[in-house]
Each structure stands twice: as structure tokens, then as C-alpha cells.
């Protein structure tokens, strides 16, 4: 991480008050992030075990292009969102939120922690949805950026760690189909199991972790 300044360490703490919020069901609190996945297949088939010798998988393979995973978590309540879209751009950014607000119908508001990617704004909801359209979905949310190289603060980041290891592994998925088929499936399971995340990292262990004092943040002399 960079330098701490007043910036960070107060985009830090409001996203680490926030996590130790009880669960609420009028004030969700959504952690949102995306990956890039590339879509790759194999040259040639395995070729099946026989009696004497094991299957055999030739190493070659060729890309079959990029896609993007859009990942969300409610960590306290076990809720699970993947969306494989071809980019990350503004209509795909958009479209992925208003499924995160269709999901919360009578939420008062619903708390989103993500990056300040160029993307993360309420002009992508206009551009794709118009702006009256656009305005009242982005009403829908409060959101909460992490600080500038702060993503680890980021329980998404948690989420697609999950993903990675128990869905996509070591696997080459040749096309976006298959990868939404793949997903959705890890998602469908991740939600019956009400798979949650436990965060430690508190407040007052970000004070003594980094050595500040608040409310000026100034760092604490040894």
C-alpha cells in the first residue's frame, strides 16, 4: 500500500465500520468487484485411460479470446452474485447492478463497497439506462469506495478467490456460454450452502496495524 494519508486511512475506516454493522435486511451490504478471465481450449483431446495407462491431456492450447466476471457478495447473509459478461464496460457495469438491486426489492439501501474504477459511477447507469432511469437505480445504492490501492479491503476480493479455487481451478473454458454455465452452477451451490466470509480486520486494528491516530491521521511516533 501507498503511503497512509487522511484519505485512505478514512475510506479505510468507513468500509471497516461498515463490515462490523449487524445484518440488516433494509441496508444489505454488497461487496462488488470483477476479474478478467481468458477463454482458452485445448489443441487436442484427452485421450481415456486404458488398462496400464493413465488419461493423457497434450499441454498445447489456443486462445479463444477474454470475458469478465462481475463478482458481488452479501458476506454477513451468504448471497452470492456471478455475472459473466464479453467486457467490463459501462452497459455491462450497469446491467450488473440493477440485478444486485432487482434482488433487493424492498431495501431501504443497499451499502455497495467497490473500487473507484472509471466505470464505478452513476454516468455508466445513465449512458446504458437514460439519466432519469439511470439517477433512480444509482439512488437505489450508497456507495463506499475503498482507498486507492485499498482493493484488498474489499470482501470481493475474498469472493473471487472462492470462485477461482473452487470453480474455475486449472480449467480452460473456451467460451462464455460454458463459462455462465460454470459459474451460475458454483453460484447456485455457494447460495443453497449460504457460504458466508468472517472478517477480523477491524477498526481499531487498522489504528494499530498502520499507527495512526485519529482524527487527524497523523502517524504515531515509536
Known amino acids: 500500500m501507498p503511503e497512509l494519508d487522511a484519505q485512505y486511512?478514512?475510506?479505510m475506516e468507513n468500509v471497516l465500520e461498515l463490515y462490523q454493522r449487524p445484518l440488516c435486511p433494509t441496508e444489505p451490504v454488497i461487496c462488488f468487484d470483477e476479474r478478467p478471465v481468458q477463454l482458452l481450449e485445448w489443441v487436442r483431446p484427452a485421450s481415456p485411460a486404458c488398462p496400464g495407462r493413465e488419461a493423457r491431456r497434450d499441454y498445447a492450447y489456443f486462445r479463444c479470446g477474454t470475458a469478465n466476471l462481475f463478482c458481488a457478495v452479501e458476506p454477513k447473509a451468504g448471497w452470492h452474485f456471478v455475472k459473466a459478461t464479453p467486457n467490463r464496460k459501462s452497459p455491462a457495469f450497469a446491467e450488473a447492478l440493477q440485478d444486485i438491486a432487482n434482488r433487493?426489492?424492498?431495501?431501504?439501501?443497499?451499502?455497495?463497497?467497490?473500487?473507484?474504477?472509471?466505470?464505478?459511477?452513476?454516468?455508466?447507469?445513465?449512458?446504458?439506462?437514460?439519466?432519469?432511469?439511470?439517477?433512480?437505480?444509482?439512488?437505489r445504492f450508497t456507495v463506499h469506495y475503498t482507498p486507492v490501492h485499498g482493493s484488498w479491503l474489499n470482501q470481493a476480493e475474498v469472493e473471487i478467490s472462492l470462485l477461482s479455487r473452487q470453480c474455475l481451478g486449472k480449467r480452460r473454458i473456451p467460451t462464455l456460454d460454458k463459462l455462465r454455465r460454470e459459474t451460475g452452477a458454483w453460484a447456485r451451490w455457494a447460495?443453497?450452502?449460504?457460504?458466508?466470509?468472517?472478517?477480523?480486520?477491524?477498526?481499531?486494528?487498522?489504528?494499530?496495524?498502520?499507527?495512526?491516530?485519529?482524527?487527524?491521521?497523523?502517524?504515531?511516533?515509536?
Open 9 to 11: 486511512a478514512e475510506r
Open 104 to 139: 433487493y426489492p424492498d431495501a431501504d439501501t443497499i451499502h455497495l463497497v467497490m473500487d473507484n474504477l472509471s466505470t464505478h459511477s452513476r454516468r455508466a447507469l445513465e449512458v446504458r439506462y437514460g439519466v432519469r432511469a439511470g439517477r433512480r437505480l444509482w439512488r
Open 191 to 222: 447460495n443453497r450452502q449460504r457460504v458466508r466470509i468472517r472478517w477480523l480486520f477491524t477498526v481499531p486494528k487498522a489504528r494499530a496495524k498502520f499507527r495512526y491516530c485519529p482524527p487527524d491521521f497523523t502517524r504515531s511516533k515509536d
